[in-house]
């Protein structure tokens, strides 16, 4: 499950397929864009999942994973970024860099 306080975001260990819709204000998102978000235990480590989401509507990307990403993230602190791409070519940071926290499953 998800839950989200401003840009922090928290998902619950081994879940998968479940949506988190992401609006994106200040712009118009148009079936061109995509976002790739980028997931890191630290801001300067290496990449522990990039996935990229075309599925843009009404400025809208709903951000879910596979059983097999979620697997990549076992319980702990992350941080992850939102880009922006429009044709494959990148356009901004959305959110260059905030907290992502595993928690255990009771």
């Not at 997931?39 to 709903?62: C, H, Y």
Request: charged letters at 20%; one cysteine or more.
């Amino acid at each position: 499950m998800w839950y989200a306080a401003g840009l922090t975001l928290q998902m619950t260990e081994g879940d998968y397929g479940i949506a988190l819709p992401v609006t994106i204000e200040g712009t118009t998102l148009n079936a061109a864009d995509s976002i790739r978000v980028t997931i890191k235990k630290r801001a300067d480590g290496d990449a522990i999942l990039t996935k990229e989401f075309t599925n843009v509507q009404q400025n809208t990307v709903e951000l879910n994973f596979t059983e097999t990403e979620s697997e990549l993230l076992p319980v702990g602190s992350y941080v992850y970024s939102l880009d922006w791409f429009r044709d494959g070519t990148f356009m901004c940071n959305i959110i260059p860099s905030a907290k992502l926290g595993v928690v255990n499953k009771a």
